[in-house]
């Protein structure tokens, strides 16, 4: 017998996806302090989601610290610019630090299946953190990166983060 620790079985939080069959949970991730309120936060995000309209691709950020089971959320939405194939966004995540210099932990979100140049070339999105993340989308990305137009790379297909 090996181990000391019994696996609880009362899960403190349960996140269930926001579609039949998004299958949440594709992109898990711890990603730093992306709200700003000192707290380490976590991500979960979908392998790809056709809900209807308004909201398609997505990740939930659950907050840590004190307001723990409090979650926020980044949403696509096909009808809104620069999301012309959301159905990805939210299948690959990485908090990659302050990149941006404010002391704040930034956001990449990752859609590997964008095809909206009519290849799987990919598409990422960086979003600076704070405490106006929430409710962001995909054209609200502070700033994104395709993946090469030439070839189905793609992009965002794996990412890692770091301080
Ligand atoms: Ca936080
Ligand atoms: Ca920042």
Not at 47 to 60: E, N, Q, S, T
Request: proline share 7%; charged share 10%.
């Amino acid at each position: 017998m090996g181990g000391g620790v019994t696996p609880s079985t009362n899960p403190i939080l349960t996140l269930y996806g926001y579609w039949d069959n998004d299958m949440l949970g594709t992109a898990v991730a711890g990603v730093g302090d992306v709200t700003g309120d000192g707290w380490p936060d976590a991500a979960a995000g979908p392998y790809a989601v056709m809900g209807p309209p308004p909201l398609d691709g997505y990740v939930f950020i659950l907050l840590g610290g004190p307001t723990w089971g409090t979650v926020w959320t980044l949403t696509a939405n096909r009808f809104l610019p620069q999301c012309d194939y959301p159905w990805g966004f939210g299948q690959t995540l990485a908090g990659i630090g302050d990149v941006n210099g404010d002391g704040i932990g930034d956001l990449l979100v990752g859609n590997p299946i964008d095809s909206q140049f009519t290849t799987t070339h990919g598409r990422v999105y960086l979003f600076f953190g704070g405490s106006t993340l929430d409710g962001r989308g995909c054209k609200d990305a502070d700033l994104s990166f395709w993946g090469s137009l030439a070839s189905s790379s793609r992009f965002g297909q794996s990412m890692a983060g770091g301080e």
